[in-house]
C-alpha cells in the first residue's frame, strides 16, 4: 500500500503530464485515455486519485502556487524592502524553469475561463481562497512598509485590492488578445513599479 507521501508524489505526476495535453487541445478534447498515456499508467489509475479533469486542473494550479511561495519565501529575506516584497510576488518567472509560457499561458486562460463559468465549486473555491491570501500577504507588505516609512499612511486594503487588481487584469486582458511573455512583462512591470511610485513616502 502507498504512503502519503508516495500518494501525493503520484497525483501531482498525473497532473503534470496533463499540462501539456490541456495547454495545446483544451479541457474538452483532453481524454482521460491520453493524459494516462503521457503519464504511463492506466486509465483506471487516473480515475484513483481524479474525480474529474476539473480536478487534474486544481492540482495543476496547487502546483504553480508552491512554486511561487516557495520563491517568495526565499525573496523575502529580513533585508528585503516593501517595495521589493512587491515585486517578487508579482515575479512568475520561477514557474518557466520547467514549463514554456506559452503553455502556462494557455493553462491559465482555460483556468479561468472554467472559473469564470462557475462550471466547478472546487476551483471557484480554491480561486477565492488564494485571492484572499494574495490580499493579506499584500497586506502585510504594505504595513511593513509603512512601519518602516518606506510608504505613506494609506488605504492598505485600498492599495493591496489595487495591486491585485491591476495584476490580474493586466495578464489576462494581455492574454486575450494573444500577447507574448515578453509584451505581457513590460505591460506589468511598469504599471506595478507606477503603484509603488504613488505610495512612496
Do not use: C
Amino acid at each position: 500500500m502507498l504512503r502519503k507521501s508516495e500518494k501525493n508524489e503520484k497525483k501531482r505526476a498525473i497532473a503534470l503530464a496533463a499540462i501539456p495535453l490541456f495547454a495545446n487541445l483544451g479541457l474538452t478534447k483532453t481524454s482521460v485515455e491520453a493524459i494516462a498515456k503521457n503519464a504511463n499508467i492506466a486509465k483506471g489509475t487516473v480515475y484513483l486519485y481524479f474525480k474529474t479533469k476539473e480536478e487534474i486542473i486544481l492540482e495543476i494550479w496547487n502546483y504553480a502556487n508552491e512554486l511561487l511561495d516557495k520563491k517568495r519565501a526565499e525573496n523575502f529575506t529580513k533585508g528585503s524592502s516593501a517595495s521589493e516584497k512587491i515585486n517578487h510576488y508579482f515575479d512568475f518567472s520561477v514557474l518557466e524553469e520547467n514549463h514554456t509560457m506559452d503553455i502556462l499561458l494557455k493553462l491559465l486562460a482555460m483556468n479561468m475561463s472554467t472559473i469564470l463559468n462557475f462550471s466547478h465549486d472546487g476551483l471557484v473555491k480554491h480561486f477565492k481562497q488564494e485571492r484572499i491570501k494574495e490580499t493579506d500577504t499584500l497586506e502585510k507588505i504594505l504595513r511593513e512598509g509603512i512601519n518602516s516609512g518606506e510608504f505613506k499612511n494609506i488605504d492598505i486594503s485600498l492599495t493591496a485590492n489595487l495591486l491585485a487588481n491591476s495584476f490580474h487584469g493586466s495578464l489576462l486582458n494581455s492574454i486575450a488578445i494573444g500577447k507574448k511573455i515578453d509584451e505581457i512583462r513590460s505591460t506589468i512591470h511598469p504599471q506595478i513599479d507606477f503603484l509603488i511610485a504613488s505610495i512612496k513616502s
